[in-house]
T-cell receptor
Framework: DGGITQSPKYLFRKEGQNVTLSCEQN?????MYWYRQDPGQGLRLIYY???????QKGDIAEGYSVSREKKESFPLTVTSAQKNPTAFYLC??????????????FGSGTRLTVV | AQRVTQPEKLLSVFKGAPVELKCNYS??????LFWYVQYSRQRLQLLLR??SRESIKGFTADLNKGETSFHLKKPFAQEEDSAMYYC????????????FGQGTTLQVKP
């Protein structure tokens, strides 16, 4: 069953902690993306990667970091530098590079809460 | 700057009524536009893209370059259409990244 798996579904973080959100896809997609979804603000791009070992900052990259060591995996780390990390995080993939004929495939999301 | 604007946070209609979800964009060049939908407890998924010029679940959207709009329309709303709808624009430079609007919640009342 092909798709994107995000884990965990819910994540709680204490002030000053770094946390890592997992995103794995078995669709053989080249490009992967991380978006943040906040009520009334839509989806905002955090980071994206078009190819293994390469990634670019999106519109709100401050306080976040990513890696792309494998084609299938694109983990997102929310660092303590992120001032307001409580949000819903969505991972997506696409192939070829770009929205393609079928658009993005999205994961089910991770809800991060700072406690 | 590239931008997508959905002016309505919430659109509430009765079943059987026509629906139009507004989307305006700002882009210098030939845009590629999409509508995505998120039903309750489901993943965000592609509804349609302007290049396909197709009708999905009775929805259509026409790109109007003069008005820089890509409104989503359906002549007769159904209760199962209730969801969050996002308009999205493909960025320039073939990076593949999508720029999303703020989203509109469509509520179809019985």
């Amino acid at each position: 069953d092909g798709g994107i798996t995000q884990s965990p579904k819910y994540l709680f973080r204490k002030e000053g902690q770094n946390v890592t959100l997992s995103c794995e896809q078995n669709l053989n997609h080249d490009a992967m993306y991380w978006y943040r979804q906040d009520p009334g603000q839509g989806l905002r791009l955090i980071y994206y990667s078009q190819i293994v070992n390469d990634f670019q900052k999106g519109d709100i990259a401050e306080g976040y970091s990513v890696s792309r060591e494998k084609k299938e995996s694109f983990p997102l780390t929310v660092t303590s530098a992120q001032k307001n990390p409580t949000a819903f995080y969505l991972c997506a993939s696409s192939t070829p590079i770009g929205p393609g004929p079928y658009g993005y495939t999205f994961g089910s999301g991770t809800r991060l809460t700072v406690v | 700057a590239q931008r997508v604007t959905q002016p309505e946070k919430l659109l509430s209609v009765f079943k059987g009524a026509p629906v139009e979800l507004k989307c305006n964009y700002s882009y210098s060049g030939s845009p590629e536009l999409f509508w995505y939908v998120q039903y309750s407890r489901q993943r965000l998924q592609l509804l349609l893209r302007h290049i396909s010029r197709e009708s999905i679940k009775g929805f259509t959207a026409d790109l109007n370059k003069g008005e820089t709009s890509f409104h989503l329309k359906k002549p007769f709303a159904q209760e199962e259409d209730s969801a969050m709808y996002y308009c999205a624009l493909s960025g320039s430079g073939n990076t593949g990244k999508l720029i999303f609007g703020q989203g509109t919640t469509l509520q179809v009342k019985p």
